[in-house]
């Protein structure tokens, strides 16, 4: 439950550990340590935190994912520490169900289904630009995910 509960902070937030779009590597850095792979290419910064994505473009923030799909091996090295505490326990997907109803449960924060992806749903939290994509169709046999898993979640200041 505490993993549901921080991945509704993140989705109506719009922020990550008190980080938001317009971060700068510095505040992704003091917020989240130095264990980290970096992949720089020209103006453009890749931070990867395991299940966090930062990707910024001169300097700033534009896009964060929560690759919660990333899950399905454990834990192990993915969770940056300060965080650690909210990912106890868990054994594999994150339910979009019980994601959305602690999402929609005080009524001030909605989502909208957009056109989807081949074997995924998508949905936009209404007049933000955090979208998530939820598992549509049945894996593989052997593959940890369900239809109505949690795939990641899109935070972008692109509409």
């Keep these: ?32 340590g130095d264990q980290c792979l970096a992949d720089q290419r020209k103006k ?12 910024l473009f001169a300097g700033r923030c534009e896009t ?6 990333r899950l399905a091996n454990g834990i192990e090295g993915l969770i940056p520490p300060v965080l650690s505490a ?10 979009f ?6 999402i929609e449960k005080d009524g001030t924060c909605l989502l909208e ?12 939290v209404v007049k933000s630009h955090v979208n998530l994509y ?7 046999e052997g593959d940890p995910f369900a239809p109505g898993d949690l795939w990641s979640i899109m935070i972008s200041g692109r509409g």
């Design 86 to 95: 909210y990912f106890q326990g868990i054994s594999r997907g994150i339910s």
């Design 1 to 32: 439950m505490r993993a549901t509960s921080f991945l509704a902070s993140v989705i109506m937030t719009g922020t990550v550990a008190g980080l938001g779009l317009g971060a700068s590597r510095e505040q992704i850095r003091e917020a989240l």
């Design 134 to 140: 939820v598992v549509d169709e049945a894996a593989p």
């Design 97 to 102: 169900g019980a994601l959305r109803d602690e």
């Design 113 to 124: 289904e957009l056109q989807g992806q081949p074997g995924y749903r998508c949905y936009r």
């Design 44 to 55: 453009s910064l890749r931070l990867d935190y395991g299940i966090l994505e930062f990707n």
């Design 64 to 69: 964060i994912a929560v690759q919660v799909h």
